[in-house]
């Protein structure tokens, strides 16, 4: 069966950086586009970015344009998120998403920023 782990989150000061990973597992990694989505408390959940199958197109929200980078290993089944100059409102649940025949999520992983 499908599953996404997220880890890497945690507090980190304002300016600071993280690297979210996400390791993905029962199914073809390499035939899918991956996505990070993210949900802070008492607002719906939001794309912040987006790769392709092969790691060659990737989109993202206009709040991480130049911030966030996403990226993935598909020998190793893994996705990434680099998250530079971290801001308070960056503060949420990170959630790694595939959609195959339907969509899974991980369980999510905590990044909150704040001095």
């Known amino acids: 069966q499908v599953q996404l782990v997220e880890s890497g989150g945690g507090l980190v000061q304002p300016g600071g950086s993280l690297r979210l990973s996400c390791a993905a597992s029962g199914f073809t990694f390499s035939s899918y586009a991956m996505s990070w989505y993210r949900q802070a408390p008492g607002k719906e959940r939001e794309l912040v970015a987006a790769?392709?199958?092969?790691?060659?197109?990737?989109t993202y929200a206009d709040s991480v344009k130049g911030r966030f980078t996403v990226s993935r290993d598909n020998a190793k089944n893994m996705l990434y998120l680099q998250m530079n100059s971290l801001k308070p409102e960056d503060t949420a649940a990170y959630y790694c998403?595939?959609?195959?025949?339907?969509?899974?999520w991980g369980q999510g992983t905590q990044v909150t920023v704040s001095s």
């Open positions: 998403n595939v959609n195959t025949m339907r969509d899974y």
């Open positions: 790769i392709s199958h092969f790691g060659t197109v990737t």
